[in-house]
């Protein structure tokens, strides 16, 4: 029963494209209802309420620890330093925009309440690797406790398996509730952040800020915006046709970056982890 079950997650979750090698890992992912609107982090300006539905909170009861997203009904990708902090994450919010406000609204939409789910099994990279300047394989998968059914506010992003195609891109955006200005002693943004950062060659980066970078992380950021203190988790990502869609998918999760959050920041490359995070859902969805 076991192995079957394991053969139907896998029907479900690794969706074979039409042409090509390239494969999905949730079919129905990255479409909104709306465009989102390009915006800051940093110095802080409201992202569209239905440009982001995959966007996670990871929460110590209600304070905002790390941000994630979603990538399965039941699983968010998120950093493996999350898990550093003093107040570990134990439930993830789904379906969030205002932070303060129970029944979110923008100038003319409104969406339903937002979603808390426990998480019932964290997983962190066997090969993550913490430092006071640089941190490795900066990447982790959460379990909640039960699936979510997807709808225009809560939807998972895409993740493109076996097309590494991060070099294709000039820019990326940024998405999060974290703090809006380096100096700001509160717990993140009130309302939901998106900026766009532009992709740095990683020699280059590793100049600016004196750390050697490698394939597995992703440099990108510029002097205006940039993500900042609890952002991490937080995915960048940028949208590419696939088949007659144009889907959001995610490239990278934020890692770590300037204290003044004004410059380049690091991202792990997602592309690089996909067989990880392929075996680890698999291995872990035989008992769902």
């Not at 997650?9 to 949730?26: N, P, R």
């Not at 919010?93 to 003319?108: K, V």
Request: glycine share 6%.
């Amino acid at each position: 029963m076991k192995v079957l079950a394991a053969i139907a997650v896998l029907a479900v979750l690794f969706i074979l494209a039409q042409e090509g090698t390239s494969y999905l890992l949730e079919s129905n992912c990255g479409t909104r209802r709306r465009t989102s609107r390009v915006k800051r982090i940093v110095e802080g300006q409201d992202a569209d309420i239905f440009s982001n539905p995959w966007m996670a909170l990871l929460l110590h009861n209600e304070t905002l620890v790390c941000g994630g997203s979603l990538i399965t009904s039941r699983f968010v990708l998120t950093a493996a330093s999350c898990f550093l902090d003093k107040n570990l994450p134990n439930k993830v919010r789904l379906g969030e925009y205002d932070r303060e406000s129970s029944h979110d609204c923008s100038s003319s939409d409104c969406i339903p309440s937002s979603l808390d789910i426990n998480i019932e099994l964290k997983f962190l990279h066997k090969l993550f690797s913490p430092s006071k300047t640089q941190t490795r394989m900066d990447i982790a998968l959460l379990r909640m406790t039960h699936s979510v059914q997807f709808t225009d506010y809560i939807r998972p992003i895409c993740l493109l398996i076996n097309e590494p195609v991060v070099g294709h891109f000039n820019d990326f955006k940024v998405t999060g509730w974290g703090q809006t200005d380096w100096r700001d002693s509160s717990n993140g943004s009130r309302i939901l952040q998106t900026a766009t950062v532009i992709h740095r060659n990683r020699s280059e980066c590793s100049e600016l800020i004196g750390i050697n970078l490698d394939a597995y992380e992703i440099c990108a950021g510029n002097s205006t915006s940039d993500s900042c203190k609890g952002d991490g988790g937080s995915p960048l990502s940028a949208e590419l046709k696939y088949g007659p869609t144009s889907r959001v998918f995610q490239f990278g999760i934020v890692s770590y970056g300037t204290t003044f959050c004004q410059g380049p920041s690091v991202y792990t490359n997602v592309t690089h982890q996909m067989n990880w995070i392929k075996d680890t859902i698999l291995e872990n969805s035989i008992l769902l």
